[in-house]
Each structure stands twice: as C-alpha cells, then as structure tokens.
C-alpha cells in the first residue's frame, strides 16, 4: 500500500462501539480529561470532575492514574503521542514524489489531531506550560520532537531526491511546523478567531502551495510576455 492510501486510511480509523465494560474505563477517563482539559485548562481541572463526567468514582480513577500529571501523560499518549509510529512506518513505504508525501502527511495529521479535540492541548500548553515545567518538557520530547524529525525526514527525502534546495534543517522543519501550530491555536481560541475559523486543510493545502512555489509571479511569466 502507498502512503496517500495507507495515511487517509489512518486519518478515518473506525469509530469502535464503546461499550460500558470494566476495562473500557481507563478510555472513558481519558475521554473526560481530555474535554476537560481543552475546555477548563490544566490547572483548573480536578480529578473528581474527571471522574465524574466518565461515571466513575474517584477511587477509581486513581486506580489507573496515581495523579492528575499521570492522567495528563496518558491523554497526550493516547490521542497524539500513538500517531507517530504509524506516520513512520507509512512514510518508509512511500515511493512518490516528496510534494505529495508532504501534502498526505498534512492532510493526516490534520483528519487524526487538528481537526479534533486533542488539538486543544497545544493552547493548553501555550498558555500553562511556563506553570507546569513538567508537562511543558514532557510536550517537547514527546510530541514535537517526534513531529519535528517526521517533518526533517520529508524534507531530507525531497533534497536527496533534488525535488527541493538544501536549507537550513532547523529552520525548514520550523517553517513547515509553524502553520500546523497557528491552525491549532486559531481554530482553539473562538474568542480570537472570532467568526473567521478556518477550513484546515485548505489553509495547509494553502500554506503548501506558497511554501513550496512561493507567492510571487514565476519569472518565466515576465520573460514570456510580449
């Protein structure tokens, strides 16, 4: 299978049929924490309202989460953290040109996190990690380290390949990065964003074109004008 199948299969997985079982609970837990999270902040969240909104007691859930850090770690873990294998093990097969790899890792990443609730931990982040060191470390190491390496692997394809120029590694990741994190903080702040939410895959789509053809009319177009 090539990438662009294997990943837009990957960005639509199956909705399983939740069932209420003793060991469906820790997903129903970090289902809660995640809503409550997004919607209340880090800080303000208390584990007896997690507990709560999932039907359980909380004696319960410190049976699967000794704290409310813990919790956290495992909400990222399983609605983020757990893409970036399948992204990795996708893009080794791929055999296309690098614009189009680009382009289907975009798209999946926005169909399996920027188009979810679990893009909301980025504004949480943003806004309490200077609070909480921890989880701000633990963001970095898990979550945008492994994306920015993914996003340095395409980019190392695509020179090696001579489909892009070599630039600065560091600052090429950041470029293509950039976009992905303004999407998730737009789109997660109503009261900045106002009534002008955008449509995030045509403003990745957008952000692709400009990244890769520029914004400015090709020279050819003057040199072919009479």
């Not at 983020?80 to 680009?102: C, H, K, R």
């Not at 890792?105 to 926005?110: G, I, L």
């Not at 394809?157 to 630039?167: C, D, I, P």
């Amino acid at each position: 299978m090539n990438l662009p199948t294997r990943l837009l299969k990957l960005a639509c997985p199956a909705t399983p049929k939740r069932e209420r079982r003793k060991d469906a609970r820790p997903r129903e837990l970090l289902d809660a924490a995640l809503a409550l999270f997004v919607e209340q902040g880090f800080a303000a969240t208390k584990v007896e309202d997690v507990a709560k909104r999932a039907g359980v007691s909380k004696g319960t859930l410190f049976l699967y989460f000794a704290t409310k850090e813990e919790l956290f770690k495992a909400v990222v873990r399983e609605n983020i953290v757990g893409q970036f294998s399948e992204f990795n093990v996708a893009l080794d097969s791929f055999t296309g040109n690098t614009e189009t790899l680009l382009r289907t890792f975009m798209s999946a990443w926005w169909h399996r996190v920027g188009a979810t609730h679990s893009a909301g931990i980025c504004k949480l982040m943003v806004s309490e990690g200077r609070q909480f060191p921890e989880l701000a470390e633990f963001y970095r190491t898990e979550v945008i380290d492994p994306a920015c390496q993914i996003i340095g692997r395409v980019l190392a394809r695509g020179v090696q390949r001579g489909e892009m120029r070599a630039l600065p590694a560091q600052h090429s990741i950041y470029t293509l990065l950039a976009p992905i994190l303004f999407l998730m903080l737009w789109n997660s702040a109503p009261g900045l964003s106002g009534t002008l939410a955008l449509d995030g895959q045509a403003f990745l789509d957008t952000q692709i074109d400009v990244l890769l053809h520029g914004i400015g009319v090709q020279p050819s177009t003057f040199a072919s004008a009479p």
